[in-house]
């Protein structure tokens, strides 16, 4: 299995500042035949399911604001959120789907 | 706008087997271009994928609980389900469907709670 590992565990961060979250994978999730990372990263709020934010490492879902951003490749990649506002409050989880199984890092509580 | 909705009973005894359906509206599970995926979330805990079911019913599976797993469709009805055999109550989970494209879970059900309990 692929493990992944985010960083840090919690982050606080003022309203307006930037936040930054790493995943590390423990083994590429960079595909040769399409130059495509295989790293998705989500949002998730008390009560409600997560929310695709950025796929393919770097691609923005259709709808997310673009203060949120995403970089990296290979086996190292970096959520970014660029001015934080109130509504960003949540989990962070950063998802490979390069192969089965499907993994998940553990999370990071994004707080203000 | 794809919706998918999770639905079953949400008190399991252990030992008996979880059984939960997934309706989807706005799209068709018969599609060659989704995987149709069961993930959870135990009380308090990050996300572990289940499996999937995709195109003609093909079905892959966590290693971690394929042996108790299994996936199926009714296309007629526009619905995958799950069963989850010998439950515990380490099985106690928020259950969730939902719809993989491209490399990332794009559509999520809203999840119900499951509880593994005499």
């Known amino acids: 299995d692929i493990v992944v590992t985010q960083s840090p565990d919690s982050l606080a961060v003022s309203l307006g500042e930037r936040a930054t979250i790493n995943c590390k994978s423990s083994q590429s999730v960079l595909f040769d035949s399409n130059n495509k990372n295989y790293l998705a990263w989500y949002q998730q709020k008390p009560g409600q399911p997560p929310k695709l934010l950025i796929y393919?490492?770097?691609t923005r879902q259709s709808g997310v604001p673009d203060r949120f951003s995403g970089s990296g490749s290979g086996t190292e990649f970096t959520l970014t959120i660029s001015s934080l506002q109130a509504e960003d409050v949540a989990v962070y989880y950063c998802?490979?789907?390069?192969?089965?199984?499907?993994?998940f890092g553990q999370g990071t509580r994004l707080e203000i | 706008q794809v919706q998918l909705q999770e639905s079953g009973p949400g008190l399991v005894k252990p030992s008996h087997t979880l059984s939960l359906t997934c309706t989807v509206s706005?799209?068709?599970?018969?599609?060659?271009?989704?995987?149709w995926s069961w993930y959870r979330q135990l009380p308090g805990k990050g996300l572990e994928w289940i499996g999937y079911?995709?195109?003609?019913?093909?079905?892959n599976f966590n290693p971690s609980l394929r042996s108790r797993v299994s996936i199926s469709e009714d296309t007629s009805r526009n619905q995958f389900s799950l069963n989850l055999r010998s439950v515990t109550t380490a099985d106690t989970a928020v259950y969730y469907c939902?719809?993989?494209?491209?490399?990332?879970?794009?559509?999520w059900g809203q999840g119900t709670l499951v509880t593994v309990s005499s």
């Open positions: 998802q490979q789907y390069y192969n089965a199984p499907i993994t």
């Open positions: 939902a719809r993989d494209h491209e490399g990332a879970t794009d559509f």
């Open positions: 706005g799209g068709s599970i018969s599609s060659d271009r989704y995987y």
């Open positions: 393919w490492a770097s």
């Open positions: 079911i995709y195109y003609r019913g093909s079905t």
